[in-house]
């Protein structure tokens, strides 16, 4: 369950290019084989016991606040389509704005990193669109944009959209000026060199930004569900609809089904992004 | 057009920064460099030749003077492929193997033939060369082995051969140098040293090379042309007459050490004329 954990060399924003070895060679054999032995998944077995228990230990004492784990169990397993149907929702708007706000931002990266007018112009409103709570803008676009899933890709969009720019735009110019002189002196064109050269290049830094954002996109689309619920479904909507009933199994079962569908989305990234450095190894071989 | 020098700089200066806190990189140097040939640049640090170097290789311009690759300005040389770049270090792409390392430049500017034909007296020459020719340089080089290798999992040595085939695969007219060898240790470097010549033997490409290795300089050079600085000028230039091809005998014969000494001579009384 813990995907983060295997993979915690991907580059920070503006750092170091990711040149060392290890992020190129052949996945890691060793620490497959090391979910086998019982010291890796053990201590996890047992904090998870903990935890479970001071949750039922508290949801004795204070039945107002925490629903008992056997409920929260039952309703998923009794209203399981229901469940299933709004995660769908909520997985189509988060995924579908993501992959808007990527390829605004992967475009716009291109852009500026190629031309420094756009740079200048369109950079600072990025940043002053990064630091605006989205939360808070999310209302607006729903008076804006009705009802509908609209609203929901654009916030979901949008969230994804300022740390993929920043990472890809980063990737794009981390060449080192040796490897740019080499086809400097061939008259390398500037898309010849943007094929062949800065967006390989950008590949790593892009999955990291990737890592960041789908969990991200999950966390749009609830917020801009909840500014407009009672419409058209998704997790978000059910949580909002169902604490305004008092039915705390609801919003807990559906908590946790958010948190299953972020897991299962970084797990996705993590074998995408495997599978595309594997294939800069073994095409060639 | 055999008249043609591969390489002619007349009266070039170069100078950074301005006013009074300028320094005066290339200061009136003329250089002609007949094709085919072997030179070495050598100086102390701040002497300019790594200047030098990168306005043949059209990736700065000089404030006077000009700059010729058989007859045309390094940019148009450039447009035409005519000039391979060995930087100091090997600059791989660390996400391709070997083997596509050294091929990409086929792919990339493919108008090159073309605009190599139009340059006067190349239109004899082939035009690139094509893939299998790539695995049998890099065969040659000693890489048979690591070509579908990625760079990481290459030594030092074995990097920097592959960047020297890079650029040989270019079939480039002038092969430039920037110290390439200066990172490696003393057996790979002498090993090196030996697969350029042989790799240069066979393609007879005119090749300048910055060094400050004086055994390094006689050992590879037909002519050693020898630098100094403030302002960075051009002091001497010296043939070296040793037959080829040069093996490890070398080392121990006297026309050797003569070499050496005149070299070390010069650069000497470049530094000490200088300090008075």
Redesign the interface.
């Known amino acids: 369950m813990t995907v983060a954990d295997e993979r915690t060399t991907a580059p920070a924003t503006e750092t170091e290019p990711p040149v060392e070895p290890s992020r190129f060679s052949l996945g890691h054999p060793r620490s497959r084989i090391a979910w086998i032995r019982p010291a890796a998944w053990l201590p996890l077995l047992v904090m998870l016991a903990i935890l479970a228990a001071l949750w039922q230990w508290g949801a004795e004492e204070l039945p107002y606040l925490l629903p008992p784990l056997p409920d929260i169990g039952s309703s998923l397993t009794t209203q399981f389509g229901y469940y299933v149907d709004n995660a769908l929702v909520t997985l189509g708007e988060a995924v579908a704005g993501l992959a808007m706000g990527f390829v605004a931002a992967f475009v716009l990266a291109v852009l500026t990193s190629e031309l420094p007018l756009v740079r200048r112009a369109v950079m600072p409103i990025a940043v002053v669109l990064n630091v605006t709570p989205l939360v808070a803008i999310a209302p607006a676009l729903v008076v804006a944009f009705g009802f509908g899933p609209l609203p929901k890709l654009v916030i979901a969009g949008l969230i994804c959209f300022f740390p993929i720019l920043i990472n890809t735009a980063a990737g794009l110019r981390s060449v080192s000026q040796q490897v740019l002189q080499v086809y400097q002196t061939m008259d390398a064109g500037r898309f010849e060199l943007l094929w062949h050269v800065r967006i390989p290049n950008a590949l790593p830094y892009v999955f990291a930004a990737l890592r960041i954002v789908f969990p991200l996109s999950i966390v749009g689309a609830v917020v801009a569900e909840m500014s407009a619920s009672g419409s058209s479904g998704g997790l978000g909507t059910a949580i909002s609809v169902a604490s305004s009933m008092n039915q705390l199994p609801v919003v807990y079962a559906s908590i946790l089904v958010l948190a299953v569908m972020g897991v299962l989305l970084l797990l996705v990234v993590t074998l995408v992004e495997r599978r595309v450095l594997h294939w800069h190894d073994s095409a060639h071989n | 057009m055999t008249g043609t020098p591969a390489l002619e700089l007349r009266s070039v200066h170069r100078i950074y920064g301005f006013g009074s806190s300028a320094t005066n990189a290339l200061d009136e140097v003329h250089l002609t460099v007949p094709p085919g040939r072997f030179v070495s640049l050598i100086g102390p640090s701040g002497c300019g030749k790594s200047t030098l170097l990168r306005l043949v290789?059209?990736?700065e311009q000089p404030d006077h003077g000009e700059v010729r690759v058989h007859g045309v300005p390094p940019?148009k040389a450039?447009?035409a492929?005519l000039?391979?770049?060995v930087?100091?270090?090997p600059?791989l792409?660390?996400?391709?193997?070997v083997?596509?390392n050294v091929t990409?430049?086929q792919?990339?500017?493919k108008g090159?033939a073309r605009r190599r034909e139009r340059i006067a007296g190349f239109a004899e020459r082939d035009a690139a060369p094509s893939a299998p020719d790539m695995r049998e340089l890099l065969v040659k080089a000693g890489l048979g082995e690591a070509m579908?290798k990625?760079p990481?999992?290459l030594s030092g040595g074995m990097r920097q051969r592959a960047?020297i085939v890079?650029a040989f695969g270019?079939r480039p007219d002038v092969l430039?140098m920037d110290e390439p060898f200066s990172a490696l240790d003393e057996f790979t470097r002498e090993s090196l040293q030996d697969q350029l010549l042989d790799l240069w033997d066979e393609l007879k490409t005119t090749v300048l090379f910055v060094t400050h290795s004086v055994p390094e300089a006689v050992r590879l050079s037909d002519t050693v042309v020898v630098m100094a600085p403030h302002p960075g000028r051009i002091v001497d230039i010296i043939d070296v007459d040793l037959p080829r091809p040069r093996g490890d005998r070398l080392f121990g014969e006297r026309r050797f050490h003569e070499y050496e000494d005149l070299i070390r001579d010069r650069l000497r009384r470049a530094w000490h004329g200088e300090a008075a």
Do not use: Y
Not at chain 2, 93 to 97: C, I, M, V
């Open positions: 290789a059209g990736l940019a450039c447009a492929k000039i391979g770049l930087p100091q270090s600059a792409l660390p996400w391709l193997s083997l596509r990409l430049p792919k990339i500017n090159a579908d990625l990481a999992e960047a890079r270019l430039v």
